[in-house]
Every structure is written in structure tokens, then in C-alpha cells.
């Protein structure tokens, strides 16, 4: 990608405003559209995704939880029981894992390679995007829909933490792609067929039932609106059935041979189907712990983090078929596609609004939305583009606007009102703590003040440049007539904000990660000390991961540990304030982890501090 800055630009703006809208282009013509797509879009995802891989250090929770379960499945050899801190992990399908344990394998282990799998993910979900809406609505309505998903705001948001959703939005995109074939295949081929199992499948090793449960039912409700249920024989059920349960079935057999009920445990069936999927539907997972997202914000979240380009949804949703008699009649592959698409994050939707739900449940659906998107972008360059549509663009343009230069005017009064603090301030101490909050993955944000965010004036002030020039300058090249070139200023200008954002999440990172606790620990730390959490495990599981040996946890058995504790050969994990007391005077060297200032299971004992950052601190038993 080092090309000259001229060329950059030129063929920037020939891939946005030159990619052919139909197969009626000679071939050559269509191969020069793909290469100069798949740069553009390989280029933005290298300056918005690979750019931020390498910092900040992991968080605690979900990201080194999940890392620890890979260098375990690594260090044990063990690849169908994962493990965590010693004890068996059992709520997780294994997927993931295995791409970030062969990571380790190939790269080692480091932060660059715990995210190079997701990143890859990443990467894989926008090209499979562009195919799949270049099949559906020709060259341009791919790149747009590539383009929309790989600028816009949740997908980045959501992978800078190891979460799997973004692969469940893959394996949809392509289950979708060997749907929409098949209805025109007659019949379907063994290829379409066997690969939509296949995906599938791969869906349901990611996470789980929610793997068929999306796509049956999404293609379901298809069928049934367009009346071609008989379509469903054509699928070859018997062979893809077949593929599916090749590819699925081993792990949860073996899983489930490997981890039988014992003891005061149930086993690896009772666990993960009932626990992990029935019950965490209903909001009766043993045990709780996952607060759920109001409905309507739910709901609102799937517009949001397609930012900026649904503002351009309500003439994209213009386009889905709507009337009974138009979904009775043979619709064209484009309104087949449009159908489809508007199913697909409505499905995903509904499922979730009966059940508990995180902010990122959504993610999944983004591709569908980011395709009806990027549909309507390419109608609006297109010859066959009415004033109507034109206007649209203006309209919606004018719109974002406003919300731009509101927004930037609000964050400029921010930065005007702060001040950068005093030269080794600690962030933890200009924060306002909302624990009640902290089970929704955004919570922290609520923790601000305006002393806060002196520590985050580059990064405020440079979102708050990006947003109004983006906005403004999107909406004077649609006056001109000149969408393609609003398109790369909203592509720029996300480019800019994603870059600010990594900044401010850089900055921020002490507050959600243990990791310069970690590295205070292992400069004094000896062969035989013992590193003990006062919380949960997942408070400090960075802990666990960057000093590479098992620690203990002073709580009652709950938390990612819980089920794992029951079985017989678990490992001593759980310390009580009795057995911490007796360690204490022991002739080991202990260190402690707390979020307390002074915590009161030490009140008792001598006690001195080793480190402390980002709100947390490390006590230990010896002053040397």
C-alpha cells in the first residue's frame, strides 16, 4: 500500500465513483473494478483495524479471560475442554479459541497476536459483505457495502475486546450468500447446498444454537413471506444435514464425553445447552450475572453503530418489497436480496427483545443493514438515479450534518472547559465510579467528569474536527452533485474519529485493565509466591494471563470459575478471609489485588503497598 499520495487519491476516488452497477461491463472491466475494491477496502481496514492492533495491553474480563482460555488449550494440549485459570470453561463454544491458540502457536504470545485472529475476522466479514452485495447488486453495491461496514462505528467498537460476535456476523453473511444462490439454482447444487451447511455450522461453533437459530430462522420467515416453502426440499436436507453434523457434532460429542457429570457438577451437556443457552434466554442463568439493555435502546444501538451510514437507511428500506402481492410475484435477485437483508437484523432483533441482551447482541446483523445501505449508496451514482433519489441524499446529508456540527459544537465546549491535569495524575482519581453500571460493556463511559476529560483533549479535539468537516463537506459535495466524493469525505472522516477513539481507549485502558499491576508483581515475584484476586476473577484476570501462573481468588465460588470449581479435579482456587489470614503469616510471599483503597479482609494484617494504577492496587505481605 506505499503508493504515491496522488495515485492513492486517484484511485480512491475511481473506486468510489467509477465501479460498474451491473453485469453489463466487459469482463476486463469487471476484473479492474475488483482488484482497485478489494485495495481500497484492504487499505481501510489496514489504517483503521491493523493500525490499533498492537495497543493497548489486554483488558481484564472478556479479553484476557478469554486469551488465558487459549494459552491453556495451548499449554495443556487440550483442544475440546477449555480451561481457565486451571478449571474447566465450559460456557463457550470453541472456535475462537482455536484461532487465537494457533495464533500462539505460529506468533507467540503477545497483545498483537491475541487480536490477530479478530482482526482477521474483521477483515473476512467486509470481503465476504462486498461478494455477497456484489451478487446481489452488481460491483458498486458491494464496495459500498464493504465500505459502510468497515468505516462505520460498532464493528470497531466491539472488537477491541475478544468477543465473538463479529464471527457470527461472517458465518451469517455467508450462509445468506449460498441462500440467495440457491434460489436461483434449479436445483440447488451440492456446492450451494453443502455451504450454507458448512457455514452454518462454523456459526454454531463460534456461539453456539444462536448459529442455526439466525439463519433457519431468517430464511424461514423468507420462505413463508414469498410462499415457497417447497424450496426447503430443494436444499438436499438429507447430504447438508450430513455436512453440518461432520463439521458441528464431534466437539460437543467429545466435550461432552470429556466432562460427565461428577460430583456436585452436571456435566458438559446440562451446563452448556441448559445454562448457557435455555436459561441465559429466559434470564434464569446460574450464575446471573449479565444486566440486560433497555428494549428501545436496544433497538436504536443497531442504527447507531452503522453511524454515519444510516442516515442513509430510510431510502435504502424504500427498496424492500413490501406489499403481499409484490412478495407473491417473482421478484428480481435485487428485492430477493433487499427482503432478505431487512430480515435478517429484524430476526436478530426480536429474538434478543425476549431475552436478556448486551449492546453488542447487534452486531451480528450489522452486514444485512450495511448491505441495504450500500445498496442504495451505488442506486444514487447510478444513470438510473431520480431527482427523488438525489434529493434523498441531500436530505439525509443535511440531516447528518446537523448532528455533526452539534455534536462537534458540544464536544468543542467540552474541550474549552478543560484542562489538561497536572503531569503524573492518575485518571482513577478524576473519575466518578459507577459500579452498578459495570455490567453493560459500555458502563465505564458514564464514569466521566469534566476533569476526566482533560486527560483526553488531542483525541476530543481531533473527533470533534473530523466530525464537522466530514459532515459539512459530505453535504456541499451532495449539493454539487458529487456523492461519490461525499462518500470518501465520510470514509476519511471515520478514518480520522476510529483513529481518535483507538487514542482515547489507549489512555483509558488502566482503568480496565491489570496489566501494569501485572508487570509491578512480576519484577519481585519468586517461584512459589502467590498473586490473590479480593473480587472476582475476571476483576484482574489480566493477572492470570500476563504472569503465565494460576492465581487465587478471595470470593465465594461464582463468575466465569463457578461451574468449573465443582468438579472433582478442580484445583484449589477460592481462599476465604480465615485461609488468606492463615497464607498471610505464611512463609510464601503474598500479593493481593484490590479495588479498594483499604481493604478491610486486610485490616487485620501488616500489610504494604507494591504498586497501584488505574484504580486498583497490589498489597502484599513483605515490605522488601
Same mark, same amino acid.
Given at each position: 500500500?506505499?503508493?504515491?499520495?496522488?495515485?492513492?487519491?486517484?484511485?480512491?476516488?475511481?473506486?468510489f465513483?467509477?465501479?460498474?452497477?451491473?453485469?453489463?461491463?466487459?469482463?476486463?472491466?469487471?476484473?479492474?473494478?475488483?482488484?482497485?475494491?478489494?485495495?481500497?477496502?484492504?487499505?481501510?481496514?489496514?489504517?483503521?483495524?491493523?493500525?490499533?492492533?498492537?495497543?493497548?495491553?489486554?483488558?481484564?474480563?472478556?479479553?484476557?479471560? @478469554?486469551?488465558?482460555?487459549?494459552?491453556?488449550?495451548?499449554?495443556? @494440549?487440550?483442544?475440546?475442554?477449555? @480451561?481457565?485459570?486451571?478449571?474447566?470453561?465450559?460456557?463457550?463454544?470453541?472456535l475462537?479459541?482455536w484461532?487465537?491458540?494457533?495464533?500462539y502457536?505460529?506468533?507467540?504470545?503477545?497483545?498483537?497476536?491475541?487480536?490477530?485472529?479478530?482482526?482477521?475476522?474483521?477483515?473476512?466479514?467486509? %470481503?465476504?459483505?462486498?461478494?455477497l452485495g456484489?451478487?446481489?447488486?452488481?460491483?458498486?453495491?458491494?464496495?459500498?457495502?464493504?465500505?459502510?461496514?468497515?468505516?462505520?462505528?460498532?464493528?470497531?467498537?466491539?472488537?477491541?475486546?475478544?468477543?465473538?460476535?463479529?464471527?457470527?456476523?461472517?458465518?451469517?453473511?455467508?450462509?445468506?450468500?449460498?441462500?440467495?444462490?440457491?434460489?436461483?439454482?434449479?436445483?440447488?447444487?451440492?456446492?450451494?447446498?453443502?455451504?450454507?451447511?458448512?457455514?452454518?455450522?462454523?456459526?454454531?461453533?463460534?456461539?453456539?444454537?444462536?448459529?442455526?437459530?439466525?439463519?433457519?430462522?431468517?430464511?424461514?420467515?423468507?420462505?413463508?413471506?414469498?410462499?415457497?416453502?417447497?424450496?426447503?426440499?430443494?436444499?438436499?436436507?438429507?447430504?447438508?444435514?450430513?455436512?453440518?453434523l461432520?463439521?458441528?457434532?464431534?466437539? @460437543?460429542?467429545?466435550?461432552?464425553?470429556?466432562?460427565?457429570?461428577?460430583g456436585?457438577?452436571?456435566?458438559?451437556?446440562?451446563?452448556?445447552?441448559?445454562?448457557?443457552?435455555?436459561?441465559?434466554?429466559?434470564?434464569?442463568?446460574?450464575?446471573?450475572?449479565?444486566?440486560?439493555?433497555? %428494549?428501545?435502546?436496544?433497538?436504536?444501538?443497531?442504527?447507531?453503530?452503522?453511524?454515519?451510514?444510516?442516515?442513509?437507511?430510510?431510502?435504502?428500506?424504500?427498496?424492500?418489497?413490501?406489499?403481499?402481492?409484490?412478495?407473491?410475484?417473482?421478484?428480481?435477485?435485487?428485492?430477493?436480496?433487499?427482503?432478505?437483508?431487512?430480515?435478517?437484523?429484524?430476526?436478530?432483533?426480536?429474538?434478543?427483545?425476549?431475552?436478556?441482551?448486551?449492546?453488542y447482541?447487534?452486531?451480528?446483523?450489522?452486514?444485512?443493514?450495511?448491505?441495504?445501505?450500500?445498496?442504495?449508496?451505488?442506486?444514487?451514482?447510478?444513470?438510473?438515479?431520480?431527482?427523488?433519489?438525489?434529493?434523498?441524499?441531500?436530505?439525509?446529508?443535511?440531516?447528518?450534518?446537523?448532528?455533526?456540527?452539534?455534536?462537534?459544537?458540544?464536544?468543542?465546549?467540552?474541550?474549552?472547559?478543560?484542562?489538561?491535569?497536572?503531569?503524573?495524575?492518575?485518571?482513577?482519581?478524576?473519575?466518578?465510579?459507577?459500579?452498578?453500571?459495570?455490567?453493560?460493556?459500555?458502563?465505564?463511559?458514564?464514569?466521566?467528569?469534566?476533569?476526566?476529560?482533560?486527560?483526553f483533549?488531542?483525541?476530543?479535539?481531533?473527533?470533534?474536527?473530523?466530525?464537522?468537516?466530514?459532515?459539512?463537506?459530505?453535504?456541499?459535495?451532495?449539493?454539487?452533485?458529487?456523492?461519490?466524493?461525499?462518500?470518501?469525505?465520510?470514509?476519511?472522516?471515520?478514518?480520522?474519529?476510529?483513529?481518535?477513539?483507538?487514542?482515547?481507549?489507549?489512555?483509558?485502558?488502566?482503568?480496565?485493565?491489570?496489566?501494569?499491576?501485572?508487570?509491578?508483581?512480576?519484577?519481585?515475584?519468586?517461584?512459589?509466591?502467590?498473586?490473590?484476586i479480593?473480587?472476582?476473577?475476571?476483576e484482574?484476570?489480566t493477572?492470570?494471563?500476563?504472569?503465565?501462573?494460576?492465581?487465587?481468588?478471595?470470593?465465594?465460588?461464582?463468575?466465569?470459575?463457578?461451574y468449573?470449581?465443582?468438579?472433582?479435579?478442580?484445583?484449589?482456587?477460592?481462599?476465604?478471609?480465615?485461609?488468606?489470614?492463615?497464607?498471610?503469616?505464611?512463609?510464601?510471599?503474598?500479593?493481593?489485588?484490590?479495588?479498594?483503597?483499604?481493604?478491610?479482609?486486610?485490616?487485620?494484617?501488616?500489610?504494604?503497598?507494591?504498586?497501584?494504577?488505574?484504580?486498583?492496587?497490589?498489597?502484599?505481605?513483605?515490605?522488601?
Open positions: 500500500m506505499n503508493l504515491p499520495t496522488g495515485l492513492q487519491s486517484k484511485l480512491i476516488q475511481r473506486a465513483s467509477s465501479t460498474p452497477s451491473s453485469s453489463s461491463v466487459s469482463p476486463s472491466s469487471w476484473s479492474s473494478s475488483l482488484v482497485l475494491s478489494l485495495l481500497v477496502l484492504v487499505a481501510l481496514w489496514l489504517a483503521i483495524y491493523v493500525a490499533g492492533m498492537f495497543t493497548p495491553p489486554l483488558l481484564d474480563d472478556v479479553d484476557t479471560v @478469554h486469551a488465558e482460555a487459549a494459552r491453556e488449550m495451548l499449554l495443556r @494440549h487440550d483442544w475440546v475442554t477449555l @480451561h481457565v485459570n486451571g478449571l474447566r470453561y465450559l460456557e463457550k463454544a470453541p475462537m479459541y484461532g487465537l491458540a494457533i495464533s502457536k505460529v506468533f507467540g504470545i503477545s497483545d498483537w497476536s491475541s487480536r490477530l485472529p479478530l482482526m482477521l475476522g474483521v477483515l473476512a466479514i467486509v %470481503l465476504a459483505t462486498y461478494r456484489r451478487f446481489a447488486f452488481g460491483a458498486r453495491g458491494g464496495f459500498y457495502s464493504g465500505v459502510a461496514l468497515v468505516t462505520s462505528i460498532g464493528p470497531y467498537i466491539f472488537t477491541r475486546f475478544m468477543i465473538p460476535d463479529v464471527l457470527v456476523g461472517l458465518w451469517l453473511t455467508i450462509s445468506y450468500f449460498f441462500f440467495l444462490r440457491s434460489l436461483e439454482e434449479d436445483p440447488p447444487s451440492r456446492a450451494t447446498c453443502w455451504g450454507f451447511a458448512a457455514a452454518c455450522a462454523l456459526n454454531v461453533l463460534t456461539k453456539g444454537l444462536i448459529g442455526l437459530v439466525f439463519p433457519i430462522g431468517t430464511i424461514g420467515i423468507y420462505l413463508l413471506l414469498t410462499r415457497n416453502l417447497r424450496h426447503l426440499f430443494k436444499l438436499r436436507v438429507v447430504s447438508s444435514t450430513l455436512v453440518f461432520a463439521l458441528a457434532a464431534p466437539w @460437543h460429542i467429545l466435550a461432552a464425553i470429556r466432562n460427565p457429570a461428577q456436585q457438577a452436571r456435566g458438559f451437556l446440562w451446563f452448556y445447552f441448559v445454562n448457557e443457552h435455555f436459561r441465559r434466554f429466559i434470564g434464569t442463568r446460574v450464575p446471573p450475572g449479565y444486566d440486560t439493555v433497555p %428494549l428501545l435502546l436496544f433497538w436504536a444501538f443497531l442504527v447507531l453503530w452503522l453511524v454515519p451510514w444510516a442516515v442513509f437507511l430510510p431510502q435504502a428500506i424504500k427498496s424492500v418489497p413490501w406489499r403481499w402481492q409484490d412478495l407473491a410475484a417473482a421478484l428480481s435477485r435485487v428485492q430477493r436480496a433487499n427482503l432478505l437483508f431487512f430480515l435478517w437484523p429484524l430476526v436478530i432483533l426480536l429474538f434478543f427483545s425476549f431475552s436478556t441482551r448486551q449492546e447482541y447487534t452486531i451480528p446483523a450489522l452486514p444485512g443493514v450495511a448491505l441495504l445501505a450500500g445498496n442504495w449508496l451505488a442506486r444514487e451514482l447510478s444513470a438510473e438515479a431520480t431527482e427523488n433519489d438525489r434529493r434523498a441524499g441531500r436530505v439525509s446529508s443535511l440531516v447528518l450534518m446537523i448532528v455533526g456540527v452539534i455534536g462537534a459544537a458540544v464536544g468543542l465546549a467540552l474541550f474549552s472547559m478543560t484542562r489538561q491535569p497536572p503531569a503524573g495524575a492518575d485518571l482513577a482519581e478524576l473519575l466518578k465510579k459507577n459500579p452498578q453500571d459495570y455490567d453493560l460493556s459500555l458502563g465505564h463511559v458514564l464514569d466521566f467528569t469534566p476533569q476526566a476529560l482533560g486527560m483533549r488531542g483525541p476530543l479535539l481531533g473527533a470533534c474536527l473530523a466530525l464537522l468537516f466530514g459532515t459539512v463537506l459530505n453535504w456541499w459535495l451532495r449539493r454539487k452533485r458529487k456523492p461519490a466524493l461525499g462518500n470518501i469525505a465520510l470514509s476519511l472522516m471515520m478514518t480520522g474519529l476510529l483513529a481518535c477513539v483507538h487514542v482515547s481507549f489507549a489512555r483509558f485502558s488502566p482503568i480496565l485493565s491489570s496489566h501494569d499491576l501485572a508487570v509491578a508483581i512480576q519484577k519481585v515475584y519468586r517461584p512459589g509466591d502467590l498473586i490473590v479480593d473480587g472476582e476473577y475476571h484482574a484476570s493477572l492470570n494471563f500476563y504472569l503465565r501462573t494460576p492465581v487465587r481468588v478471595l470470593h465465594t465460588p461464582t463468575g466465569v470459575l463457578w468449573g470449581e465443582k468438579f472433582p479435579d478442580a484445583p484449589h482456587v477460592f481462599e476465604t478471609v480465615q485461609s488468606l489470614a492463615a497464607l498471610w503469616t505464611g512463609p510464601a510471599r503474598i500479593f493481593v489485588w484490590t479495588d479498594q483503597d483499604d481493604p478491610k479482609e486486610l485490616a487485620r494484617l501488616p500489610h504494604f503497598l507494591l504498586a497501584r494504577s488505574g484504580g486498583k492496587a497490589i498489597f502484599t505481605n513483605r515490605p522488601d
